[in-house]
């Protein structure tokens, strides 16, 4: 099992930048596959990114791609989500998740495939 907790959002104007964290908790952090999702108010929740578990290849939601960049360093327990040229569109709360199951590349945007989710950090883009 391990746990999640997600750090660094804030409020930033439009074309700014952040750098989300996730610390995990456990021994085995390199054995997790790990995403972030986001969910804005009276949206569902949507795949952003997500990194293999050496951190080796990345996948992005189309519409982050190219602003955001997503990392790993499986020496501090860490995933990080660095966010440039925000926009208002990317307001909202973004979550971190794991899972150590294999799954096809197809599957790993579908949020059903995490069994470990932290709280979420609030990330809020004024124009």
């Known amino acids: 099992q391990v746990q999640l907790v997600e750090s660094g959002g804030g409020l930033v104007q439009a074309g700014g930048s952040l750098r989300l964290s996730c610390g995990a908790s456990?021994?085995?952090?390199?054995?997790?596959?790990m995403a972030w999702f986001r969910q804005g108010q009276g949206k569902e929740r949507e795949f952003v990114a997500v990194?293999?578990?050496?951190?080796?290849?990345?996948m992005y939601a189309d519409s982050v791609k190219g602003r955001f960049t997503m990392s790993r360093d499986n020496t501090k327990n860490t995933v990080y989500l660095q966010m440039n040229s925000l926009k208002p569109g990317d307001t909202a709360v973004y979550y971190c998740?794991?899972?150590?199951?294999?799954?096809?590349?197809?599957?790993?945007?579908?949020?059903?495939?995490?069994?470990?989710w932290g709280q979420g950090t609030q990330v809020t883009v004024s124009s």
């Open positions: 456990g021994r085995t952090f390199s054995a997790y596959r």
């Open positions: 990194i293999s578990r050496s951190g080796g290849a990345t």
């Open positions: 998740a794991a899972d150590d199951r294999w799954v096809p590349v197809s599957a790993t945007y579908d949020g059903a495939k995490y069994a470990y």
